[in-house]
Structures are given as structure tokens and as C-alpha cells.
């Protein structure tokens, strides 16, 4: 086999295996805020298909499977089918450069790859902003291929939010490139070793514990926008269903719906992953080293790194859910006063700050 | 209120034809020369000795052998001088008009279009004369003229409602409805007019998730700013004052249930209540605590409904559960009391039907302790929420002039801080023999009504906890043989009362010729009963004057100026039902 045969062979299963973790993810997220919405209301949520409902995620999928596709008369077609195609394909492919486990090398043929980041480039953090910024036009293209006002009236609300928004993101990553001084999610992941204290969130320096170069209220900021970028409560105006009945998929219906309701929950699971490995610390646990290594069987310490990698991030998605169970939904001048007056002051205070830490107190 | 009819009659020399005061019912009505109608109107809202500044309800009542055949009669209401009055206007058949009073009262405008679907009478000079309930496209006539067969004309598989695409287009009825108009409810402009149009025109309902039902209302848009608001009523219009007229007083009381069904007994409440003033009967003690009881009850079912949905309206999801989860707990009581959870049958003319149990009133004293921190626990997730707050605060604000112009009664005038509860000014059932306030809002906007309605529903357990301590032993119907049933057990066993029951619910009662007004403070608001009688056991006229409708009339009015976000806050803070708006 060809070094270039290998090298695609092994990409080819990395993505699956990434892929299939991101979609059992997803159809776990189905389940579990229906799950954990049920239990914050006093209620049973999806009871019938299996034991404890579930199964359920999979009879939806069967369900949304062999629905009637409808495409509403008038509508642009191309554009209808593209739109779902677009935000799926990008929410997924986000995934590429997150890093869910350590930075280990494997040997396999004479090649060196990376098992647990699908491609491990310098760019990452900036790769990741740019795929979530073309995630909007499926939204607007949705919106706006249905040929019915209301799918119209969402796909204008969710570009107005998303360009909002994606800036606030930009501005709340900024601080953090500062500490790392990397852009790849990886070295980034990698600074904040050492126990939680050296999480960008505390900010320590590598050589103590006063958390000096804190990124708390970056964290903060990164972690509203990464809500409003990924249209839920209480910023899910695009649709807004007591308003626009669905927003911007109004119109769809079958797979062409699933997709747009699997994208959503990927971006969820994208988001908190990127949350995870910026201020979180990524796969490092909390204590410095790995329990594993500490009892010898260092070969296992990978186990303990992706367990902690996927509590935060599951920490994440549960916020998501219980966000909203407790908050009603913004108003659109509301949404927009809070990203522009309140959000941007407080990314930008941020960055001059740290900027300003940084220099006089230098990291090692 | 003598003084006043002096000074009419002084004011208007020719134009008062008749006075005439029921001291029984303690109503006083006036004849008035139509001609002479909006003088008349105008003397008697800006009089300061009238003051009638409320215009309750606007009804026609048909009279085919009279000369002047239709008679218009208002219900003006003064709330500084609390006193009501009703005046009446005959007019003749040929040609029927008569002066609009929406220039002094806001509020006439959709009771004047009411009328005008219903009656056939034309008001001149209405700033938007067209059908409101019925289609627009109506041509069967006015259905509640004496002449309209009470099972309507022709069935309706004769109606070609649907155009089916493998026909031709069916030709537009002609109507007095101006293509300009209608192009107001058309989805496609029929013309695209020269150059760009900037107004985005948006058809909310009457499929909508939050539109409370059927309600439609026309957006025109800037953006997301309403220019425009044009509610369309009927979708749920089902002809109860006509059905009314083919029924004894007795079966009228199932189709009550229909209107406001989330708290259907508030209606029964209300129309037995009508019926009984009309009959001049009194209800013994105890039925009178047992109704006001139940009729809090039903409040607070309505009011927990109102909070889960306007909730859900502005996205929080959990409040609409916790909600629904005491409101089960007082349906379990409904059931209990008279079987059925949604709607409910329980009051009857001179009384109710069936007495409370102890294990009932047990039941109800365990609610009552848990239900203030029920209702604690709903405030916990709202009341202080900053969005929730940005998002009630000052939105559809209505001051109190214009609530009070537009006749806006109950949660939505007292938001706008008129203290005005009939359960305070005219107290019936045991209303003034406990205590309790009456909440009061400051501002006219979405938190203060919906405070009220928090605020309420703390008041209204206050009266049910008084109410069951003072509870009398008692008969729970009243003793009237002309109009009132023997009770069941004696049916079954004596031949005098089983032929006193057969002859009551065969014949249906009597009630002396009168006609009567009964007011009833509802969930929503003022619900009223205008019933003429004839003397033979079916109401001749019978107008419902519901609050839901009257309040639709300002929607436009609240809903200029604010977005669309705001649109579906305003469905909610009216609480409307449309079984009761559109009747």
C-alpha cells in the first residue's frame, strides 16, 4: 500500500469514528433533554418505546425517515435540499480539529498519526470560527428557499443574531490565544496542564497558583454567545415557535427536518467541546496528572483524559437543557442591545486586560 | 339617577320618548328618537352629573310586527358614579341605520360591527362597517333577525366552501365590501402596485401555536414593527344567542359551558345569575357560599391556564407544566363535584346541583394549604427574571382612559389602575361578607396585568378558605315550585313532584315579560347576560356580552408601534378565549 493509500485509510476511520461518536451524541441529546426537561417539570418525558423510553431516538429517526418530503409550492427546490445539506455538513465538520483525548502518537505503517484529533492543524481555533460563520447561510438559505414568511422572517433573525454573535465569540477566544499563544486547539489544550487552577478560565501562571491571567469573563461571554450561536433558548428567535411556529424550518419536513434538528444538537455538542478545550482545560483532568499514572499503568492514562473531556462537556450540554427549563426567550431589539452594549464592552475589556496582564506578567 | 332622567328629559324635550325604571331589578332604561341617538350619547358621556364614560355592550333586539322594527340598546356604565343605564333607539325596516357612537366610544367599534352582522342595521359614519363574525362573503342575510330560520338556511355540503383546483375559480360574491378592503385579508395583493411596497403583510392564524385558539389577525409589518393590526374574528362562531332563542332558560345552561371553556362554571355562574334576576328569585345561604367557592375556583383554573400559556408564549416552558400540575389537582376536584373536568355543569337556576361532600372540603382546605407556595414557586422562575421583566415591562401599555374607552373590564382595566371589580361595586354571591382586595396595576402594561392575576389568584384562595369556615348547613336550591324542580329523591317516589318535574321540563319556565342586564366578574372579565323575555319559556333576545370580544377591539390600538414578539405577549395578556369571543 502507498503511504498516500494509508494515510486516507486511516483519515477515512478516524472521521467515521468521530462521526459516530458525535451522532450517538446527538441522538443521546434527543433523548436526554427530553429526559431532563421531563424531570425539571415534573413529568415522565418519553416513556413508551424500551425501558424508560430509551429507544426513543431511534423511532424518530425511523419516523423522520420514511416521512413525505414536502417541498412547499413556489419554493426555490435546489436551494430547499441544499439548505439542511449545508448546516449539517458544516456542523459536522467542525469537529475535525477538537481535540477529545491527550496529544499521543501512534506508529502504524511508518506513519505517525494523532488517534484522537482527526487533524491536528495550527489553525484550529480560526478553522472553527470560519465553519461556524458558513453554518449561518444554511439557515438563511432555508429561510429564505421556503417561500413562506415566516421561514423568512427566521432566516432574517438568525442572520442578524449569528453575525451579532460570531463576533462576541471571536473577541471572548482572543484572550485565550494570548496565554496559549497557539491557535491550534491542541497546544492550546496542552498549556493549561496541571491541575484546574491552570485552566485559562483561572488563568495561574504555569508556575503558581494566583490566577492572574483569569479569563472568567471571557468564559462567560464565549459561553452566552455559543448559546446564541446555536439558536437555543434564550436566544433560539430564529424559531421561535409561540412566534414564527418554527422560524426558518417551518416548511420542512422528514429528513430534511431531521438534519436541521441534528445540526442544531452537533453545534450544541460542538460548541461545549470548544468551550471545553479553551477555558476548560480540554481532556486534562482537574489534579495534576492522571490517577492512572499514578498507580503505574501510565499506558491507560488516554481513558482518564477522554472520561474528563466528556464530563465537561456533557457538563455543557446539560446547561444547555436546563437553560431551558428556567428562562423565557428575548425579545430581537433585546437580543441585540445585549450582544452589542453589553457582550462586545466586556470581550473587548477582556482583551486589553489580559493583553495588558501578559505583558507585565509574562507567562514563564 | 331621577335627577338625571329630569335632566334628559329637560335636555332633550322630543328626543326622550319613554323612561322607564325597574326598581325590582334596579335598572333604569330610556327611549330615545334615533335621530337624536348621539346627541343624546354624547350629553351622557360628557355630563359630569352621567358620567357614563363605559360602553358595556351594544345589542339589537329584532321585533317583526312593530312598526319600528329594530331596537339598538346600549349599555352605558359610569364607573365614577357607579350607576348603569340603558338606553334604546327603535328604528324602522326599510333603510336600517343609525348614528355610529364609536366617536365617544372607542370601544363601539367591533359591538357596532356586530350588530351590523347579525341585525343588518348600517351605522353612519363607522370608520369600518363589515361583517366580523360571519365570512365576509355572507350572503344568507342577517341571521339573528326573527325571519332567519333558527336551523339556518340550506345544509352545508349546498355551500361551496373549498374551490377545488380542477374547476374554474368560483366568482367573488358581490358584497358592499371594497376591493381596497379586502385586499387588507389576501395573502397576494390582487394587483402588485407601482414600485416597491416597504410593508410586509403577515397572516398570523388562525393556525398558529400561540394564537389561543382560532384567532387571525393581519400583520402589516416595518420590519418587525407592527404598522398595522387587524384581528378577524368567527373562526369559532357558533351562533349561540340564535341557538339560545329555540331553547327553554334550563337546556341554555350546557351551551354556557362553551364559552369561556377553560372555566366554563364562571359562565353558568354568570348566566343563572341572569336568569335569576330575572325571575326575581333568591338562592338560600348556602348555595350562595358553595357558588363562590366554586366560582374562585374556576378563577384560579383560569388564571394558572392564562399564566402557563402567556409563559409559553414568551418561552419559558416549565411555568406552563407546573401550572397544569395544580390544575390537575383542582380538576380531580371538578370531577368529583359534578363528573366532568372540562365542561363543567354545575350551577342551576336557584341554586346548584348537588352539595359538597367533607371529604371534598377536605380536599379543598389541603389544596389551599399548599397553593401560596405553589404559587411562590411559579414567581421564583418569572417575577424576578430579568427577561421576563424586559420582556412585560412596558409593552402594550393602555392607559386607563383608554381602557376605559375601549370598555376593557376586569384584569386588563385593573392593570391600567381603574379599580373597578364587580364582585366589589355590585357584590353578589357572598362577596361582601368575607375580605379580600381588589389588585390594582399602575402602568397598563403586560406585568401589571399579569401581577393582578398573580395577585388574584392569592385572593381568590383567601375567599375560598373564608368562605369554607363560614359555611352554613342549609337547602341548597332555592323555593320557588313555578320555576324550580323538585329534587330528584321526591321524583322518584311522590306523583305530585313527579308531575311538577314532567311539567317544568316540558314546558320549560315562564318568566314574566321583562328584560334584564346581570353583570358577572369572570376570569377575564365583565361577562354579562342581556336576556329580554317575552313571557314564554324561551328567551326572545339573549346577548352575551363577552369580555374576550370587547377587549379584541383594542387589540390594534396595544398592538401599534411593537414587534412581532410582542404581537403573541398581547394574545396572552388579554387571556382571550375565542369559544367566548366568538360565541
Same mark, same amino acid.
Given at each position: ?24 451524541? @446527538? ?12 424531570? $425539571? ?22 419516523? &423522520?425517515?420514511?416521512?413525505? %418530503? ?11 435540499? /441544499? ?10 465538520? +467542525? ?12 506508529? =502504524? ?144 419536513? +422528514? ?61 455543557? &450540554? ?33 482583551? =486589553? ?12 | 339617577?331621577?335627577?338625571?332622567? %329630569? ?30 341617538? /348621539?346627541?343624546?350619547?354624547?350629553? /351622557? ?101 326573527? %325571519? ?22 368560483? #366568482? ?37 401555536? !400561540? ?27 357558533? +351562533? ?59 378563577? =384560579?383554573?383560569?388564571? &394558572? ?24 389537582? /383542582? ?43 405553589? @404559587?411562590?414557586?411559579?414567581? !421564583? ?72 392575576? $398573580? ?36 321524583? $322518584?317516589? #311522590? ?35 342581556? =336576556?329580554? !323575555? ?31 414578539? #410582542? ?7 388579554? #387571556? ?8
Amino acid at each position: 500500500m502507498t503511504e498516500l493509500g494509508l494515510r486516507l485509510a486511516v483519515s477515512f476511520v478516524q472521521i467515521l469514528a468521530e462521526m459516530s461518536i458525535v451522532m450517538f451524541t @446527538v441522538a443521546v441529546m434527543t433523548l436526554a433533554e427530553r429526559k431532563v426537561l421531563g424531570w $425539571m417539570q415534573d413529568r415522565m418525558g418519553p416513556m413508551e418505546v424500551g425501558p424508560y423510553g430509551i429507544l426513543q431516538p431511534l423511532a424518530d429517526g425511523v419516523k &423522520l425517515f420514511f416521512k413525505e %418530503d414536502i417541498v412547499p409550492a413556489g419554493a426555490n427546490k435546489a436551494m430547499f435540499a /441544499l439548505a439542511p445539506m449545508l448546516t449539517m455538513v458544516v456542523s459536522m465538520i +467542525g469537529f475535525a480539529v477538537i481535540p477529545f483525548g491527550p496529544d499521543m502518537t501512534l506508529d =502504524i505503517g511508518g506513519l505517525t498519526i494523532k488517534p484522537f484529533v482527526v487533524a491536528d492543524i495550527n489553525i484550529g481555533i480560526l478553522y472553527i470560527l470560519a465553519i461556524a460563520s458558513i453554518g449561518a447561510y444554511g439557515i438563511i438559505l432555508g429561510g429564505w428557499s421556503s417561500n413562506s414568511k415566516y421561514s423568512l422572517l427566521g432566516g432574517l433573525r438568525s442572520a442578524a443574531q449569528v453575525i451579532s454573535y460570531e463576533l462576541n465569540v471571536g473577541l471572548a477566544i482572543v484572550g485565550v490565544l494570548l496565554l496559549s499563544g497557539s491557535l491550534s486547539l491542541v497546544e492550546i489544550t496542552e498549556a493549561q496542564a496541571g491541575g484546574f487552577w491552570h485552566w485559562f478560565v483561572w488563568g495561574a501562571r504555569p508556575d503558581g497558583f494566583f490566577p492572574i491571567h483569569t479569563q472568567v469573563f471571557a468564559f462567560v461571554v464565549f459561553v452566552i454567545a455559543g448559546v446564541a450561536e446555536t439558536n437555543r433558548i434564550p436566544f433560539d428567535l430564529p424559531e421561535a415557535e409561540s412566534e414564527l411556529v418554527a422560524g426558518f424550518f417551518t416548511e420542512y419536513s +422528514g429528513m430534511k427536518f431531521a438534519f436541521f434538528v441534528s445540526a442544531e444538537y452537533a453545534s450544541m455538542v460542538l460548541v461545549s467541546c470548544v468551550a471545553a478545550a479553551l477555558f476548560l482545560g480540554g481532556w486534562n483532568a482537574p489534579y495534576p496528572g492522571t490517577i492512572f499514572e499514578y498507580i503505574g499503568f501510565q499506558q491507560l492514562a488516554w481513558i482518564e483524559h477522554i472520561v474528563w473531556f466528556a464530563a465537561k462537556v456533557y457538563f455543557f &450540554l446539560f446547561m444547555f437543557i436546563w437553560l431551558r427549563a428556567t428562562l423565557p426567550r428575548l425579545r430581537y431589539d433585546q437580543l441585540m442591545r445585549f450582544g452589542w452594549k453589553v457582550l462586545l464592552p466586556i470581550a473587548l475589556a477582556n482583551i =486589553i486586560i489580559t493583553a495588558l496582564t501578559v505583558y507585565f506578567f509574562p507567562r514563564g | 339617577m331621577k335627577a338625571l332622567l %329630569d335632566n334628559l328629559k329637560a335636555q332633550f324635550p322630543d328626543a326622550i320618548l319613554a323612561t322607564r325604571v325597574d326598581a325590582a331589578r334596579a335598572e333604569t332604561s330610556v327611549s330615545v328618537a334615533a335621530a337624536r341617538l /348621539l346627541d343624546i350619547a354624547r350629553y /351622557l358621556h360628557d355630563a359630569p352629573e352621567a358620567a357614563f364614560d363605559h360602553l358595556t355592550d351594544i345589542c339589537s333586539v329584532d321585533y317583526p310586527e312593530d312598526q319600528m322594527r329594530f331596537e339598538v340598546v346600549y349599555h352605558l356604565h359610569s364607573l365614577p358614579l357607579q350607576q348603569r343605564l340603558r338606553l334604546k333607539a327603535r328604528i324602522a325596516e326599510e333603510d336600517p341605520a343609525i348614528a355610529s357612537v364609536t366617536g365617544i366610544w372607542k370601544g363601539a367599534n367591533f359591538l357596532e360591527r356586530e350588530v351590523y352582522d347579525m341585525m343588518g342595521i348600517r351605522f353612519s359614519g363607522h370608520p369600518d362597517l363589515r361583517r366580523i363574525l360571519l365570512p365576509e362573503d355572507y350572503a344568507e342575510g342577517y341571521p339573528l333577525r326573527k %325571519d332567519f330560520p333558527a336551523e339556518g338556511r340550506g345544509w352545508r355540503s349546498q355551500f361551496d366552501f373549498i374551490p377545488r383546483f380542477d374547476e374554474a375559480p368560483m #366568482d367573488v360574491v358581490e358584497s358592499e365590501i371594497s376591493e381596497e378592503t379586502k385586499d387588507t385579508f389576501r395573502t397576494e395583493p390582487g394587483t402588485p402596485g407601482p414600485g416597491r411596497k416597504e410593508e410586509l403583510l403577515l397572516n398570523m392564524g388562525p393556525q398558529h401555536p !400561540s394564537t389561543h385558539g382560532v384567532l387571525r389577525v393581519v400583520l402589516m409589518l416595518d420590519g418587525e414593527r407592527v404598522v398595522k393590526a387587524t384581528p378577524d374574528l368567527g373562526y369559532l362562531h357558533r +351562533g349561540v344567542e340564535k341557538l339560545a332563542e329555540g331553547l327553554t332558560y334550563m337546556q341554555m345552561i350546557p351551551h354556557t359551558d362553551r364559552l369561556d371553556y377553560v372555566c366554563a362554571m364562571s359562565n353558568n355562574y354568570a348566566y343563572v345569575r341572569a336568569v335569576e334576576k330575572l325571575l326575581e328569585i333568591t338562592v338560600p345561604i348556602r348555595a350562595e357560599y358553595v357558588r363562590t367557592i366554586v366560582a374562585e375556583m374556576q378563577r =384560579i383554573i383560569g388564571h &394558572l391556564f392564562w399564566l402557563g400559556t402567556q409563559a409559553l408564549d414568551i418561552g419559558a416552558m416549565t411555568v406552563f407544566f407546573w401550572t397544569f400540575r395544580e390544575r390537575e389537582v /383542582l380538576l380531580d376536584m371538578f370531577e368529583k363535584l359534578c363528573g366532568a373536568r372540562l365542561t363543567l355543569n354545575y350551577y342551576r337556576i336557584g341554586g346548584v346541583d348537588s352539595d359538597f361532600t367533607p371529604e371534598l372540603v377536605q380536599r379543598m382546605r389541603a389544596f389551599l394549604d399548599i397553593f401560596p407556595e405553589k @404559587v411562590k414557586e411559579y414567581d !421564583s422562575l418569572i417575577a424576578s427574571n430579568r427577561i421576563w421583566l424586559g420582556r412585560t415591562k412596558n409593552v402594550a401599555l393602555l392607559s386607563a382612559e383608554d381602557a376605559i374607552n375601549f370598555g376593557c373590564t376586569g384584569p386588563v382595566l385593573r392593570g391600567s389602575g381603574v379599580a373597578y371589580d364587580i364582585r366589589k361595586a355590585e357584590p353578589y354571591g357572598v362577596y361582601d361578607k368575607v375580605e379580600w382586595e381588589v389588585p390594582v396595576g399602575k402602568n397598563g402594561d403586560t406585568y401589571d396585568r399579569y401581577w393582578i392575576r $398573580m395577585e388574584e389568584m392569592r385572593q381568590s384562595a383567601r375567599i375560598i378558605a373564608q368562605c369554607l369556615d363560614q359555611l352554613p348547613e342549609g337547602p341548597i336550591m332555592a323555593e320557588a315550585p313555578q320555576y324550580i324542580p323538585p329534587p330528584k329523591e321526591l321524583v $322518584m317516589r #311522590d306523583m305530585e313532584s313527579l308531575i311538577h318535574h314532567f311539567i317544568i321540563y316540558t314546558q320549560g319556565i315562564k318568566p314574566p315579560k321583562a328584560e334584564t342586564y346581570c353583570s358577572t366578574e369572570a376570569p377575564k372579565g365583565e361577562l354579562g347576560f342581556f =336576556i329580554v !323575555s317575552d313571557g314564554s319559556p324561551r328567551p326572545y333576545r339573549l346577548k352575551i356580552r363577552s369580555p374576550s370580544f370587547v377587549h379584541m377591539g383594542a387589540f390594534d390600538h396595544m398592538a401599534r408601534g411593537y414587534l412581532i414578539s #410582542d404581537v403573541i405577549t398581547i394574545f396572552g395578556t388579554y #387571556d382571550v378565549v375565542m369559544g367566548e369571543c366568538d360565541r
